[in-house]
């Protein structure tokens, strides 16, 4: 059975179509997959967003507690080695409206 060239092609054409179609209907599973990766990405950006302000904080705080690890350090001191002044500026920088 002979077929013309212009027969050929519209055939392969509409096997092509077919090909498309059944490609973009996703069985529902892999549906649901993209779905449930979708949501868990969601879910990682939520969560980076959130620990990066959690950084944020232990940054500010990181100082004032090094502060207060000075402070009690010099508290600790014997009186009689402690260095007043030195007492006098770590609370000022502790609590400078002291």
């Given amino acids: ?44 950006r939520k969560r980076v967003v959130d620990l990066e302000q959690e950084v944020q904080e232990l940054r500010r705080l990181s100082p004032r507690l090094a502060e207060l690890a000075d402070l009690v350090q010099e508290l600790l001191v014997p009186a009689a080695k402690r260095d007043d002044e030195r007492l006098k500026d770590l609370l000022d920088d502790y609590d400078p409206g002291r």
């Avoid at 060239?5 to 997959?33: F, T």
């Fill in 1 to 44: 059975m002979t077929q013309s060239i212009s027969e050929r092609l519209l055939h392969k054409a509409a096997r092509a179509r077919g090909a498309l179609r059944e490609r973009r209907k996703a069985p529902r599973g892999e549906q649901q997959d993209g779905l449930a990766l979708r949501q868990q990405v969601g879910r990682l």
